[in-house]
């Protein structure tokens, strides 16, 4: 097996870990054969629907999530996958894979990369990121231990997206922010308006 990536190409992910506070949080998501870690900034109400889910705990009221799931099983479909497919101006987009129970007739609905995970674990569907993804924006390496972790989101109120991907790298905040090479990323969740 090789470490070469073709461009393109999308590579399987999974959920390592969520970050929140009551203003941020954060989802990294993890090459499942691979070294990569993936950070989106996501809304803390769609962080809190992910968690939810694989605490394995119900909601005591459906969730607009858990409607949406009701919704696409009442119309005879599943969702089959969920892709994150680019990264344009530290927005991120993505798209879900409705088929037939039989893996049929595939149709493909634009999402934000949060509601798509929050569908991916009602569905148990997998999660895939293309790899130009990836190229574009900035990612971490395993092994992340787990007190970086416990310390990251110790850390999550009082720190800007740019300084916890510099710490959780141990470099401390990295320099230059926007002006050197647009490494300020926007919260996925502060798309809503800009997609259609």
Not at 37 to 49: N, T
Not at 94 to 112: K, M, T, Y
Not at 131 to 153: G, M
Request: glycine fraction near 8%.
């Amino acid at each position: 097996m090789t470490d070469e990536k073709t461009p393109g190409a999308e590579v399987e992910v999974r959920i390592y870990s969520i970050a929140t506070s009551l203003t941020e949080s954060i989802i990294f998501l993890d090459e499942t054969e691979g070294t990569r870690i993936l950070p989106i900034w996501i809304g803390p109400m769609e962080a809190q629907a992910i968690a939810i889910r694989l605490s394995g705990y119900p909601s005591p009221r459906p969730m607009t999530h858990d409607l949406v799931f009701s919704v696409i099983k009442t119309l005879g479909l599943t969702v089959k996958r969920v892709t994150i497919t680019d990264i344009v101006e530290n927005t991120y987009y993505s798209q879900l894979h409705l088929a037939e129970p039989d893996g049929s007739n595939v149709r493909l609905v634009d999402s934000r990369p949060s509601d798509a995970v929050a569908l991916a674990v009602r569905f148990g569907c997998p999660i895939f990121i293309n790899e130009s993804v990836f190229e574009k924006t900035q990612v971490l390496s395993k092994p992340i231990t787990e007190d970086e972790v416990a310390k990251f989101k110790a850390d999550l109120k009082n720190l800007k997206p740019t300084d916890i991907i510099g710490q959780l790298r141990g470099r401390g905040p990295m320099e230059g922010g926007e002006g050197e090479g647009g490494n300020e990323e926007k919260r996925e969740g502060e798309e809503d308006d800009e997609q259609t």
